[in-house]
């Protein structure tokens, strides 16, 4: 069997070997480039949801940044890709490519960045991860390791690739987004710095980049190593390849006054976001009210961020003010309602006020955007209060997913659902022999509710006739919570040698008592 399966690991591996269309190299890859594109597609939207959202507050930004990855993709060695660029409304500083060109630059990395040059060495990099198949490797070699070759032979029989596809478009982007590995990392650095000289930049501002964030990775500040390095390790390895790579090319521009111009909004707007920093520290410590005091401030130099309402909000909640945070909710939603967060925490709210049309109407339009745990737990105990247990059990079951305390709630949602759903497995048995020989059995209600109109069906061993002993028995009594019932089954063993002949004993149906 174990050579078997090594067999098969090897001819998966052998069926899944690709050329890198960057570098000319075999890859592994159980992924197809439309599957990639796929993927990237139907992730794209989610993911930038649950980093904040699109970046609004200044539309110009978000065309130039589009605008400079555009330029790059063209002299890339896939310009046919489906490339998009959008700017993150993320403090945080990093960006990222799904598979199929879909990249995201954070406005935490862009006020770090002094010219377009650097930008172009940021939007280079991600470009090569798209292009280089990157994501789609790792999505393949991460699926290897953590289901065993076996199992993966199993799931692509048929259609190589096609499991691993399904798998991957469901994980989310933390299945591409994960830390790149060494090798990934310089190639994206290496052929990175050739689409910006193609494009026509100063290929030095990849080193300068690449030494900025060396230099800011021994803060060691938690936003960085949750971000951008993350995912993209900084080097010393990394500056020295880059600095190699430098006179390979002639100078070009770094359009430095230019880059300034676009990004003049996030700048202005620093103070602001400084103060919502210090909020949310504040709100960490849970102290609500200075974080009000903080917010005061930040909606005072910039109060079209909704992020700072929603802030607001949590911190409304915290004082037990629902009123207040219920408003501030509302006022984030007015100035993004594209957002699925401020949905969220209204309907959150809503729903612990007693609102829960209202709560309703705002959960399902957070769930429409992104489909959290939290948004999937409320909306199953409003499809629960209504008595739509099929749908209950269906948004309690994704809740579950949850590794914190949502997911021990709504586990325990389910057993209340399908007590609701199928109450007869809620039923206990054991079995004993009469003073004569007859089977008797012991039923015991082991749910929270009192059961009625229970059938049980009883099947035997052989009779002496040869054939199954079988009945179908209607309990004419009520069982009340933790209560047992021993009844006579009337079916009779007839050979000694059948004393310990065990007979199989199911409940077919039972009502609960309302």
């Known amino acids: 069997m174990r050579n078997g399966f090594v067999a098969l690991a090897v001819s998966l591996i052998i069926a899944g070997c690709s050329v890198n269309p960057v570098t000319g190299k075999s890859q592994l890859s159980f992924i197809s480039p439309q599957q990639e594109v796929a993927i990237g597609e139907k992730n794209y939207a989610p993911s930038r949801q649950s980093q904040g959202g699109d970046y609004y507050l200044d539309p110009a930004l978000q065309t130039y940044i589009r605008g400079v990855g555009k330029k790059l993709a063209a002299v890339s060695d896939r310009p046919d890709l489906p490339y998009e660029f959008i700017v993150l409304n993320n403090r945080v500083p990093n960006a990222w ?6 990249i995201a630059i954070n406005v935490g990395l ?50 190589p690739g096609e499991q691993l596809y399904g798998m991957a478009s469901q994980l989310g982007s933390a299945a591409w987004m994960a830390k790149y590995g060494r090798d990934d990392e310089l190639e994206s650095d290496y052929y990175g710095m050739g689409y910006m000289a193609k494009a026509g930049y100063e290929v030095q501002g990849a080193v300068e980049l690449q030494e900025t964030f060396v230099e800011l990775s021994k803060s060691r500040e938690a936003d960085f190593f949750s971000g951008l390095f993350a995912s993209h390790p900084p080097s010393a390895q990394r500056v020295a390849a880059n600095k190699l790579r430098v006179g390979d090319f002639a100078p070009g521009e770094r359009y430095r006054q230019r880059y300034q111009q676009a990004i003049a909004q996030l700048t202005a707007d620093a103070p602001a976001y400084a103060a919502e920093k210090l909020a949310t520290q504040a709100l960490a410590d849970e102290e609500p009210a200075l974080a009000i005091k903080h917010l005061d401030k930040a909606v005072a130099l910039q109060s079209a961020e909704a992020q700072f309402w929603l802030l607001r909000g949590q911190a409304w909640t915290m004082l037990e003010k629902p009123g207040n945070a219920e408003k501030s909710y509302t006022t984030a939603i007015a100035k993004n309602d594209g957002l699925f967060s401020p949905y969220l925490a209204r309907g959150i709210v809503r729903y612990k006020q007693g609102k829960k049309s209202a709560a309703e109407i705002d959960l399902r339009r957070s769930y429409t955007l992104l489909p959290t745990a939290a948004a999937s737990y409320y909306l199953g105990e409003l499809a629960l209060d209504s008595k739509q247990y099929q749908q209950a059990q269906s948004y309690f079951q994704q809740a579950a997913q949850d590794r914190g305390e949502l997911g021990n709630q709504s586990r325990a949602k389910i057993q209340q659902v399908n007590l609701q759903l199928q109450p007869h497995t809620f039923l206990a048995f054991s079995q004993a022999v009469s003073s004569k020989g007859a089977l008797l059995v012991t039923v015991v209600n082991t749910s929270s509710r009192a059961m009625r109109s229970i059938v049980l069906k009883i099947e035997g061993p052989l009779g002496q006739n040869g054939q199954s002993q079988t009945r179908t028995i209607n309990l004419s009594k009520d069982l009340q919570s933790g209560q047992q019932l021993t009844i006579n089954t009337g079916l009779n063993y007839f050979l000694p040698d059948q004393q310990v002949a065990r007979f199989r004993i199911a409940a077919q149906s039972a009502k609960l008592i309302e």
């Open 97 to 102: 490519a799904l598979p199929g060109g879909k």
């Open 110 to 159: 862009l006020v770090l960045l002094e010219d377009e040059a650097q930008l172009a060495a940021v939007l280079g990099h991600e470009i090569v991860h798209a292009a280089a198949r990157h994501g789609a490797t790792q999505m393949t070699t991460g699926t290897l390791a953590n289901i065993g070759v076996a199992a993966v032979g199993v799931a692509v029989q048929g259609q």
